[in-house]
């Protein structure tokens, strides 16, 4: 018998309906967008932009460390954002995340190098990608619920999915600046200023995600619990207090998907290009087709999981993730285009079948009243286990082993312990 209580109101305004669920693609996609390209420069040039000192690999690994620190504030952006998600509206919470993210980013691109200013500038990186870590923690909370919670009975896990594609949508987005930047340039231009274009056109992205942000009505749900003076004053302390095995479950069925998507979507790059020695483009295409892959699979799993459940199709993908870790690697070690494709499609559409039903799980295990807080802290918590420190540990272990069986290794392991909460998830009640 489930515990969670229904999701509550919902939006009878086709044209509204639309719209938001726009603003939740959009929006989120432009925020992974800048979240993305953070991570590509990071395989790709901040080892000797940022990190000129050491060795190719130890500046690789620095690189690294940063993406990983990043995830660190992504639990207090998730308890920040969440607080007053439930307090003062989803809407306001989208808003605040999109500028900070994209503040953040552009600064990136403005960012002095090591060998301009010295130890100031992977200081200075480490900030901004802090500030990053921040808004990302916030950010999917509030698009999964304002998508969901405006979505009629029986198609919540189809409009959740609007949320989920920002993630593939970004990437694929990101891989594509990168792709045009490095054929557009020589290499000395792309290490001199290339590399930033990407960064600094995250402006006008981020105006079209205001645009379209600051056209959407509040959530249903928001509002009705305004209008009964039901809203919590202290979210975070109830969600703890009242859902903590709700809370645990859940941050820990998303540990393998962000640890063996920033696998994919951060060390792969760095893997083919450096240990594979694997073109650059060629490996960019390889993440374009596993990104679209991505995408169309959350899609899939979302639409599947109104009809059968959002619990058997996250264990569905839960399942996949844990069998085909040690297959994708020994395909991309061949070398072999076609491979190496297939290597990432089906890693990628068990990454899809774990994440599409994402946004309804979530949100149908906790009550509207502290809602924004318990999804947000349970998916940055999530994150943080998972996929901050994701890349630098693949890195560490080949080296460490000169074996990609190792990082398969790593991700089954990840892929067991988050199978095992997803066992032990009960399926909500949404209606």
């Excluded at 302390?237 to 540990?255: H, K």
């Excluded at 630098?392 to 392991?413: C, F, N, P, R, W």
């Amino acid at each position: 018998m489930a515990t969670s209580p229904a999701l509550g109101a919902e939006s009878t305004d086709p044209g509204q309906l639309r719209r938001v669920a726009l603003a939740s693609a959009v929006g989120t996609t432009i925020e992974w967008y800048d979240y993305f390209i953070y991570s590509t420069a990071a395989a790709l040039i901040f080892g000797s932009q940022f990190f000129s000192p050491l060795s190719t690999s130890s500046g690789t690994l620095a690189a690294f460390a940063t993406l990983g620190v990043g995830f660190l504030a992504r639990p207090i952006g998730g308890v920040l954002w969440g607080h007053f998600g439930d307090v003062l509206g989803r809407k306001a919470m989208l808003i605040a995340s999109l500028l900070l993210m994209g503040a953040a980013t552009v600064g990136v691109g403005l960012l002095p190098t090591y060998g301009q200013i010295g130890l100031w500038a992977p200081i200075l990186l480490l900030a901004l990608r802090l500030l990053q870590g921040l808004s990302a923690g916030g950010e999917w909370g509030g698009a999964a619920l304002m998508a969901v919670e405006h979505a009629p009975a029986g198609q919540r896990g189809r409009y959740g999915s609007f949320s989920q594609i920002g993630v593939p949508a970004g990437l694929i987005l990101a891989q594509l600046m990168f792709f045009l930047m490095s054929n557009l340039t020589s290499k000395a231009q792309f290490e001199a200023w290339g590399w930033r274009v990407p960064f600094l056109i995250s402006i006008l992205l981020v105006a079209v995600g205001l645009f379209i942000r600051l056209r959407i009505e509040e959530s249903p749900v928001f509002r009705e619990l305004s209008e009964r003076s039901a809203r919590s004053r202290a979210p975070v302390v109830e969600v703890a207090r009242e859902r903590p095995r709700e809370l645990v479950l859940a941050a820990v069925s998303f540990i393998a998907n962000t640890a063996i998507g920033y696998v994919f979507l951060a060390y792969l790059l760095s893997y083919g290009t450096q240990v594979l020695k694997v073109s650059r483009n060629l490996m960019l295409i390889v993440v374009i087709v596993g990104s679209v892959s991505w995408l169309v699979s959350i899609v899939a799993a979302a639409i599947w999981s109104d009809r059968i459940g959002r619990r058997p199709v996250y264990l569905v993908g839960s399942v996949l993730l844990v069998v085909w870790s040690v297959p994708f690697f020994l395909l991309l070690d061949t070398k072999a285009t076609a491979w190496m494709l297939v290597a990432v499609i089906l890693l990628t559409i068990g990454l899809g079948a774990s994440y599409g039903p994402q946004s309804a799980l979530f949100a149908g295990m906790f009550e509207p009243r502290f809602r924004y807080s318990g999804a947000s802290i349970s998916y940055a918590a999530g994150a943080v286990l998972g996929g901050g420190f994701a890349p630098m540990i693949a890195t560490a272990l080949y080296a460490g082993t000169g074996t990609s069986l190792s990082i398969s290794a790593y991700m089954v392991l990840v892929g067991v312990i988050s199978l095992i909460a997803v066992i032990l998830i009960r399926e909500p009640r949404e209606s």
